[in-house]
T-cell receptor, first 115, second 114 residues
């Protein structure tokens, strides 16, 4: 049962334009969402996160939007740069009444930014 | 400040052997979790430790085990290795283990089982 889904395996955008990566989840108990960037053979690098009490969080070129009613989040990268080319994973976690760092990951979206 | 450190980075083992992977979290971080990444299954949660106690466990067989030491360093062990255990094993750490704490990943340990 894939609780976190990234339905676009790949995305190609031109340098300078906006990249929009999407993520859907099924478990309404998730209360914290994160985006990671990953290169092959390396560990994921944290980009940005959002708590379920917010609907937007911004950090530099990265903005994450959360639509709880639709169980959907998106990552916007503006402007896109060639160095942004990587696989992007969204992840979600749920507080089980205690603290937990169990992350459920999506399947990833390969972003290619064309110069 | 040093990141999450994992050793070894690469290793090759024979089917039936066992392997131990090590993880040193970021200084001050008390929560350590482990993930397995394979092409077919993606990134999957193995287990999480906080203050030397296993707090959460994923859906992996009992051949996969782990522990955390008093200095927050963690090890994971896989016994009776199978070909399907070939994967990138990632360790992650965070401050207190609460949602809202950023979770940082190490570079991973590449395990190949032959």
């Amino acid at each position: 049962d894939q609780q976190v889904k990234q339905n676009s395996p790949s995305l190609s955008v031109q340098e300078g334009r906006i990249s929009i990566l999407n993520c859907d989840y099924t478990n309404s108990m998730f209360d914290y969402f994160l985006w990671y960037k990953k290169y092959p053979a390396e560990g994921p690098t944290f980009l940005i996160s959002i708590s379920s009490i917010k609907d937007k969080n911004e950090d530099g070129r990265f903005t994450v939007f959360l639509n709880k009613s639709a169980k959907h989040l998106s990552l916007h990268i503006v402007p896109s740069q060639p160095g942004d080319s990587a696989v992007y994973f969204c992840a979600a976690s749920r507080n089980y009444g205690g603290a937990t760092n169990k992350l459920i990951f999506g399947t990833g979206t390969l972003l290619a930014v064309q110069p | 400040k040093a990141g999450v450190t994992q050793t070894p980075r690469y290793l090759i083992k024979t089917r039936g052997q066992q392997v131990t992977l090590s993880c040193s979290p970021i200084s001050g971080h008390r929560s350590v979790s482990w993930y397995q990444q394979t092409p077919g299954q993606g990134l999957q949660f193995l287990f999480e430790y906080f203050s030397e106690t296993q707090r959460n466990k994923g859906n992996f067989p009992g051949r996969f085990s782990g522990r955390q030491f008093s200095n927050s360093r963690s090890e994971m062990n896989v016994s009776t290795l199978e070909l399907g255990d070939s994967a990138l094993y990632l360790c992650a750490s965070s401050l207190a283990g609460s949602p809202g704490n950023t979770i940082y990943f190490g570079e991973g340990s590449w395990l190949t089982v032959v």
